[in-house]
Nanobody, 126 residues
Framework: QVQLVESGGGSVQAGGSLRLSCAASGSTSSIYCMGWFRQAPGKEREGVGGIYIDGGRTSYPDSVKGRFTVSQDNAKNTLYLQMNSLKPEDTAMYYC???????????????????WGQGTQVTVSS
């Protein structure tokens, strides 16, 4: 089992930055892929970045490419999402997710993750 806890959400003005963190615990050595998702009220959940833990290869959707960066600190078992140039449309609940092998990160999304965090709210005002 893997537990994920997100932090770092908050309110920011358009153009600002936030860094989200996702602390993993439990059977962390079994994690092969991780990703970030978001869901705004009335909208479907969408992936905003994913990473293969072994090697650090990342993938982003066009909607955030160049503005969001996924990174990891393996020593701390922590995943990060650096969000720059934030827009009001980035307002959503942001979730961290993880999966064991085999897993797929493509088109900015971790496909079918097994583990989810509880989410952290990001609000961007204009």
């Amino acid at each position: 089992q893997v537990q994920l806890v997100e932090s770092g959400g908050g309110s920011v003005q358009a153009g600002g930055s936030l860094r989200l963190s996702c602390a993993a615990s439990g059977s962390t050595s079994s994690i092969y892929c991780m990703g970030w998702f978001r869901q705004a009220p009335g909208k479907e959940r969408e992936g905003v970045g994913g990473i293969y833990i072994d090697g650090g290869r990342t993938s982003y959707p066009d909607s955030v490419k160049g503005r969001f960066t996924v990174s990891q600190d393996n020593a701390k078992n922590t995943l990060y999402l650096q969000m720059n140039s934030l827009k009001p449309e980035d307002t959503a609940m942001y979730y961290c997710a993880a999966d064991i092998f085999p897993c797929t990160v493509a088109a900015g999304t971790l496909h079918g993750p097994e583990y989810w965090g509880q989410g952290t709210q990001v609000t961007v005002s204009s």
